[in-house]
């Protein structure tokens, strides 16, 4: 069973309103056993963190000890994750040593991970007795549309672009975005997953990240996402469930705009029943 802990990542020296608001949500709607922030020792003293500290007692900051971990772990990768981190740092893909720190840590105690810019709505328990979870979002090109390296992508991605922009910002862009949502690719993203402590597909993703962390400059989810749907598609995981995107992604990538710009509770109320 995947334990009902919460898992969030923030190796940066500030820490935002967003981020205090998404672990708030989690506190007060999902009913956790715990909270944990894996984060650098920067973070003392900044306020929004030490709000979190003094209003949840089920919130566990944890410092982050890449080589501690990894020599935990026992994975025959430990040299060339700690190289990869090394790399990614120097180029500054914060977001892609997040993605090495939320696999290792689920892969040692489990829980539930959440990007800092989510915002949970009710409890997680349905999903708890799984192996593990992973979630889809509608996107302009998967992992699968840009190995293939074809140039008529552009011609399909450029209007559906757009399209998701005029969608974010205009009064029925829901509904709007909704019908169209047919037009995107699903494909799965690890802004949110949950798995078992030692579950194998993790083990795999954290592999499959130092053999081709070298290539993360050619493309900004390839250590993410890119991976994460690469491995699911060999279909080897049979206890992991691949959950649709009004699960977790209803409105997809840019479409939080509508929430965020909206000043008035009963047109956002309003906009969360549409979803």
Known sequence: MIPNRFVFVWDDVFFPYTAYLAIKAVASRACPDEIRLLRVSALDGVENFERLRRELPC???????????????????????????????????????????????????????LDTDTLALRPFHPLLNRGGFVAEEHILVDSKAYKRNSHWRYFRTAPLTLLRDVCSKVSFGVWLFQMAAPLYTRAIHNATMGFRAGHPLLADVLVRIAERYRDRPKRYPLLGPDTLQDLVAEKRYGDVDVLPPRCFSPLGPSMTYQYFHQRNPRAIDRLYRRL
């Open 59 to 113: 919130f566990n900051p944890v410092l982050i000890d890449l080589p501690g971990w990894l020599e935990e772990s026992r994975l025959s990768c430990g040299k060339e994750l700690l190289a990869a981190n090394e790399f990614l740092k120097q180029r500054n893909y914060y977001g892609s040593v997040s993605d090495i720190l939320r696999a290792l840590y689920l892969f040692l105690h489990g829980g539930i991970y």
